[in-house]
């Protein structure tokens, strides 16, 4: 008999996530079957926006996530230089670059060792009190000497994480959320000091990931070879590249491009859209591109199940993230899989940590970072970038001096969209189908899956909805009161 199991809330992620999954004995494996992967809490960032200096979207828009706001920032300083055709400043580029990789390396921490490495540890006798108990114990998850080593350095990577935020505010002027990014460029002064205390910090985030993050992400998938072939997903992978190696816009320590039904291509934005069948917003603005994209909530929606859009390229389910930069970079190309992802993000911290050393290197001492821009009355925006969770873009179309239209399209968005027009399954979703499942109790091989995409449903969802049950109340934030 299918027994329907739901998380709900899914724990150690970041916002409200809703899974529900079918399973089943399927050749003699009891399996999911089914799966629904639901954005639980509407943001309206998009509806805020609108009718603001578009000056103020830089700051505003970084309210979507305190664990990604750079990415935001920097999303949205592109989509404000492009707007407003100024060209960043070479310090301003590079500036933008080192906070935005420290954001990633604080990131990939965060969410190897405080949110998925639980998945994989019995901590009984270690960790016995609450946050980290009552929690799933189950016969596969290794106890002994590596969890005790792993619990170890859980402590040691908040200290990490730490001090690369501090990294990040040297140049960012604070962290969560940076004042220094602007259309135009960077405002922070580049000071020797400045780099020096930087480097010193990254150097120690450097041993960190060298010594500590790669090798455990190594020593946990030698452990659990079985999850190369689990959560393989859709197949599909999309990035829009990210960290700018030179004033072109051409080069990139990331590479955008796409991977679709096993070939490797180019990335045209004309090619995304946004289904929302299965999204509570109105039939009408469904399958529009970003450009013309816009938010317009409809909670009693039947045949709805997530605050979710579903983002696809040509139609097609993409997944995006460390995994789909790596793959696309030539960088990673082992496989799709939960340990791939895990894999894939502990490599790309290591990439970007030493890029960084270089970008220091080429910063220059007393050199302004930013171009003053002017603001037209009448333009059109769009700021790509990677999240450390994956592509990110804004959109948007400045109408009388104002913003007009505002659209954010988050990774999250993709990995963990509903079902599309087409009934294809979202990211997550697919990954979940054929799952082993040895206990229904305690389906942690559902959780680890799912951990894989380090969702992010703040993002994803960019008013709450202070009552589950009630799915007719809604409280819309207005703008203004936000
Ligand atoms: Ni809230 Fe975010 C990242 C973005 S995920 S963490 O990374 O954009 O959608
Ligand atoms: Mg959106």
């Not at 603001?375 to 109408?399: N, Y």
């Not at 963990?416 to 027009?421: A, G, I, K, L, Y």
């Amino acid at each position: 008999m299918p027994t329907t199991i739901k998380l709900d809330p899914v724990t150690r992620i970041e916002g409200h996530l809703e899974i529900e999954v079918t399973v089943d004995t399927v050749k003699g494996e009891q399996q999911v079957i089914d799966a629904k992967s639901s954005g639980t809490m509407f943001r309206g960032f998009e509806i805020i926006l609108q009718g603001r200096d578009p000056r103020d979207a830089a700051m505003l828009s970084q309210r979507i996530c305190g664990v990604c706001p750079v990415s935001h920032a920097m999303a949205s300083c592109r989509n404000l230089d492009d707007a407003f055709g100024v060209t960043v400043p070479e310090n301003g580029r590079l500036m933008r670059n080192l906070v935005l990789g420290a954001n990633f390396v604080q990131s990939h921490i965060l969410h190897f060792y405080h949110l998925t490495a639980l998945d994989y540890i019995d901590t009984t006798g270690i960790l016995d009190i609450a946050p980290w108990a009552p929690r799933y114990v189950t016969p596969d998850m290794v106890g002994g000497t590596l969890a005790q080593t792993l619990v170890g350095h859980y402590v040691a990577a908040l200290e990490m994480r730490r001090k690369t935020h501090q990294m990040g505010a040297l140049f960012g002027g604070k962290l969560p959320c940076v004042s220094s990014f602007v259309a135009g460029g960077c405002t922070e002064v580049v000071s020797a000091e400045k780099i020096a205390s930087f480097r010193s910090l990254l150097d120690e985030a450097r041993a960190f990931v060298d010594n500590v993050y790669v090798p455990d992400v190594l020593a946990v998938a030698g452990l659990f070879p079985e999850y190369y072939e689990i959560g393989t997903g859709c197949g599909n992978l999309l990035a829009y590249g990210a960290f700018d190696l030179d004033a072109s816009g051409n080069n990139k320590l990331f590479a955008p491009g796409r991977y679709t039904d096993g070939t490797t291509g180019q990335m045209n934005l004309a090619e995304i859209n946004e289904h929302v069948k299965y999204s509570w917003y109105t039939e009408a603005t469904g399958t529009l591109n970003p450009a013309d994209g816009v938010t317009d909530p409809d909670p009693d929606k039947p045949s709805a199940y997530s605050w979710c859009k579903a983002p696809r390229y040509g139609d097609q389910v993409h997944e995006l993230g460390p995994l789909a930069r790596m793959w696309i970079n030539g960088d990673y190309t082992n496989g799709i899989s939960v340990l791939d992802r895990l894999a894939a993000r502990a490599l790309e911290t290591k990439v970007i940590a030493d890029a960084m050393d270089g970008w220091l290197d080429e910063l220059e001492v007393g050199a302004s970072g930013y171009a003053e821009p002017s603001l037209p009355q009448t333009a059109t925006g769009v700021g790509l970038t990677e999240a450390p969770r994956g592509a990110l873009g804004h959109w948007m179309e400045i109408t009388d001096g104002t913003i007009s239209r505002y659209q954010v399209v988050t990774p999250t968005a993709w990995n963990t969209s509903p079902r599309d027009d087409l009934d294809q399954l979202g990211p997550t979703e697919a990954a979940l189908i054929g799952t082993p499942v040895a206990d229904l109790e305690q389906p942690i091989e559902v959780l680890r899956v799912v951990h894989s995409f380090d969702p992010c449903l703040a993002c994803g969802v960019h008013l709450a909805r202070p009552d589950d049950r009630a799915r007719g109340t809604k409280v819309l934030i207005q703008p203004g009161i936000a």
